[in-house]
C-alpha cells in the first residue's frame, strides 16, 4: 500500500495504458473543500496516477493545475466522475469514481463485435457524453474502446467514458517535441495527424471509427505501422462491412468525412443513432423505418465546433496553421531587375501572378550604382548588428528569466499535498547509534627504487630527481691475488628524499570573548593569581581568628628567642676563646 497525499491509499493497480496506471484505492478520511467530491473513510475509489515524464514535465502540471475546476465539474451520467486531483512531490494523480465492470475494448474482444442495433444505442450514450463536455468547452482528444467503460444500472448496460483532459494534459511541448502527436493512431482523426487546427470535430471522428469496430469487430483503418495508419486516415476512405444496414452505414460516413466542417455535432449524432436504431429494428413501423432511411438530414454540420487551445483553432478557416499566402510583388521592388525579370514585374506590377512563369535570377545588391536602379544607387550589403548589451552571447537562444510562471502555485500545491511518513531507521545510518569510524593511519611513500650498485654515478644525481636507469646483470668481479692490496670501497652518497611540502594551517577563528571576563584562577593570569591571593588571605584571617594560631605563634616566638640565645652565648664563648 501506498499513500497518495493525506486522503487516499493505493490498494492495488488494476490497468496500465500509456500515460499512467489506474489503481484500486480507499479513502482514508473525508476530503476538503477543494475537491468535487468530499467522500467518506473507508469509500473504494480509483486512482489514476500519471507517467513520472508526465509529472515531471512543468507545462503538464501547469495544465494540471489550471483545467482542475475544468475537470471536475464534468458530472454527465455517461461520464466518470473525477472527484478530486492530487499534486504531492513527483506525482499527478486523478481521483475518479470507481466502476467495477470492464472497459468496451475486452467486452468487445471476448464477446465478439455487436449487433447494428445496440451499437447505435452505446454510441449514441456516447455521444450524449461528448455533447455535454464540448458544451463546457471540453474536447476528449483520444475516444476509443478502451476509454469507455461499461456498467450495468436499472436500465441494461450503460457506458462510461473516462480519460478526460489525460490528452490535453498530455500534449505539451515537452512531450510533443519528437514529433508525437496526441492519440491512439487507429482513432486519430485526419487534422491531427497533419497538425491542422483541432475541433471537437475530432470527437465525431473517433466516434465514428469506434462505431465501425463495435459492428465489424476491427477498427476501418490497419497497418504494419503508426506511418502506415496515419496515411490511410489522410488518404483512404473506409470499406464497408457486410450486412451493415444503409442508414447505420450513411452515419459511419458522415462521420468518417476527411474535412472537420462536414461532420455533424454531438447532439445530431446522438438523435441521428437513435433513430436508426428504432428504424433497423424487426418490429419498426414504417414511419420508423423511413426515418432511418432518411437519417442524412439529421446529421446536420456542427456550426460552432468547441476549439481545442493551442492548436491554431482561433476560428473556422483561421489560426496558426493558415496556408502561406503569396503577396503581390511591388512595381519600385522590381525596378532594378533586368531582362526577363522585367517583364514579370511589370506582370506583378498589373496585379497579375502567373505561377507557371519562368524562375528569374535576381542580380546582386552591393552600394555601387545598378544598371536599372533609378537614383543611380542600389541597396544596401546586409549587415551585422551589433549585440545588445546585457544581452546573451550571439547565436544563443534567449533564456526566459526567472522561475516558471507555475512553479510557486506548483511548489504551494505539493507542500500543502506532502505528508510525512515515519519509518524506522537503518542503525547503520543513525548517527547517535553508529560507531565512529577511524581515519586510516596516513601511509607512508614507498622508498624510492635505488639502481644497482655501480650503476650510478655522483654526477649524474641531482636533488630529488633520479634518471631513469634499466638494471642489467653483471658478471661477477674477478677477485684479485691477496698480496695487492683493495682499494678502499667508495660509498656513494646517500640519496634524500624531498619532503613533501606542508599543508598550510587553517587559519584560526577568532575567539568570541564572554560576557565574564574573569579566567579561572591558576592559569597564568593576572586577575587568577591577584584571585587566589585573595582566597590565601581570606583563609588566613579566618584560622588567626578562630584557632589557636595566636597561642602557637607565641609559643613559637618565645622558642625562637630562646633558641637566638643560646646560639649568641655559643658565638661570644667562641669569641672569647679565640681572643
Known amino acids: 500500500m501506498r499513500p497518495v497525499g493525506s486522503k487516499y491509499l493505493l490498494e492495488e493497480p488494476l490497468g496500465r495504458g500509456a500515460t499512467g496506471t489506474v489503481w484500486r484505492a480507499s479513502q482514508r478520511e473525508t476530503a476538503g473543500a477543494e475537491a468535487a467530491v468530499a467522500g467518506q473513510p473507508g469509500e473504494t475509489v480509483a486512482i489514476k496516477v500519471l507517467k513520472e515524464e508526465l509529472a515531471n514535465d512543468p507545462d503538464v502540471v501547469m495544465r494540471f493545475l489550471r483545467e482542475r475546476s475544468v475537470l471536475l465539474r464534468l458530472t454527465h451520467h455517461n461520464i466518470v466522475r473525477t472527484r478530486d486531483l492530487v499534486v504531492e512531490g513527483d506525482l499527478l494523480a486523478l481521483v475518479m469514481d470507481l466502476i467495477e465492470g470492464p472497459d468496451l475494448h475486452r467486452y468487445l474482444r471476448d464477446n465478439g463485435p455487436f449487433s447494428p442495433i445496440a451499437a447505435s444505442l452505446v454510441t ?83 466516434a465514428g471509427i469506434m462505431l465501425y469496430e463495435l459492428v465489424s469487430g476491427r477498427p476501418p483503418f490497419n497497418g504494419d505501422s503508426a506511418l502506415a495508419v496515419l496515411h490511410q486516415h489522410l488518404a483512404q476512405d473506409p470499406e464497408r462491412p457486410a450486412g451493415l444496414p444503409d442508414p447505420l452505414w450513411t452515419v459511419i460516413e458522415h462521420c ?93 506590377a498589373a496585379g497579375g501572378y502567373d505561377p507557371s512563369a519562368e524562375t528569374n535570377v535576381m542580380p546582386h545588391t552591393s552600394g555601387q550604382q545598378g544598371p536599372g536602379a533609378p537614383g543611380g544607387q542600389g541597396s544596401d550589403p546586409t549587415q551585422v548588428m551589433p549585440p545588445v548589451p546585457g544581452g546573451p552571447p550571439q547565436g544563443e537562444p534567449q533564456q526566459p528569466e526567472g522561475p516558471h510562471p507555475w512553479e510557486s502555485q506548483m511548489r504551494a500545491a505539493r507542500d500543502r499535498n506532502e505528508q510525512t511518513q515515519v519509518q524506522p531507521v537503518d542503525p547503520g545510518l543513525d548517527p547517535l547509534r553508529r560507531r565512529p569510524q577511524r581515519r586510516p593511519a596516513p601511509q607512508a611513500p614507498p622508498p624510492p627504487q635505488q639502481a644497482p650498485y655501480g650503476q650510478q654515478q655522483y654526477g649524474q644525481q641531482q636533488y630529488g630527481q633520479q634518471p631513469a636507469q634499466r638494471y642489467e646483470p653483471q658478471a661477477p668481479p674477478r677477485r684479485e691475488p691477496r698480496q695487492q692490496q683493495r682499494e678502499p670501497r667508495q660509498r656513494e652518497p646517500r640519496q634524500r628524499e624531498p619532503r613533501p611540502p606542508r599543508e598550510p594551517r587553517p587559519p584560526r577563528e577568532p575567539r568570541q570573548r564572554s560576557a565574564n571576563p574573569m579566567r579561572i584562577p591558576g592559569l597564568g593570569c593576572l586577575k587568577g593569581c591577584l584571585f587566589i591571593i585573595v582566597i590565601l588571605v581570606v583563609i588566613i584571617v579566618l584560622v588567626w581568628n578562630f584557632t589557636d594560631a595566636p597561642r602557637w605563634w607565641a609559643e613559637g616566638q618565645s622558642f625562637w628567642e630562646a633558641t637566638k640565645d643560646v646560639f649568641n652565648k655559643i658565638g661570644d664563648l667562641i669569641d672569647n676563646v679565640s681572643n
Not at 175 to 198: D, I, K, M, N
Not at 298 to 314: M, S
Not at 318 to 328: F, I
Open 256 to 348: 468518417l468525412r476527411k474535412q472537420p466542417e462536414e461532420r455533424p455535432s454531438a447532439i445530431s449524432l446522438a438523435r441521428a443513432l437513435r433513430t436508426v436504431a428504432g428504424g433497423i429494428s424487426a418490429h419498426a413501423t414504417p414511419e420508423a423505418a423511413g426515418a432511418a432511411m432518411g437519417v442524412a438530414a439529421l446529421l446536420a454540420p456542427d456550426l460552432a465546433p468547441a476549439p481545442v487551445p493551442e492548436t491554431g483553432a482561433h476560428g473556422p478557416g483561421g489560426g496558426e496553421a493558415d496556408p502561406t499566402q503569396v503577396l503581390p510583388n511591388r512595381g519600385a521592388a522590381a525596378a532594378g531587375v533586368a531582362g526577363a525579370a522585367a517583364g514579370a514585374a511589370a506582370a506583378n
Open 124 to 206: 449514441a450514450q456516447v455521444a450524449d457524453a461528448l455533447a455535454a463536455s464540448h458544451a463546457d468547452g471540453v474536447v476528449h482528444r483520444d475516444l476509443k474502446p478502451a476509454n469507455v467503460l461499461l456498467t450495468e444500472d436499472e436500465n441494461g448496460m450503460r457506458p462510461m467514458l473516462t480519460d478526460f483532459g489525460i490528452a490535453r494534459l498530455a500534449d505539451s511541448p515537452g512531450l510533443t517535441r519528437t514529433q508525437e502527436f496526441v492519440g491512439t493512431p487507429a482513432y486519430v482523426a485526419p487534422e491531427s495527424a497533419e497538425g491542422r487546427p483541432q475541433t471537437s470535430a475530432v470527437d465525431i471522428y473517433g
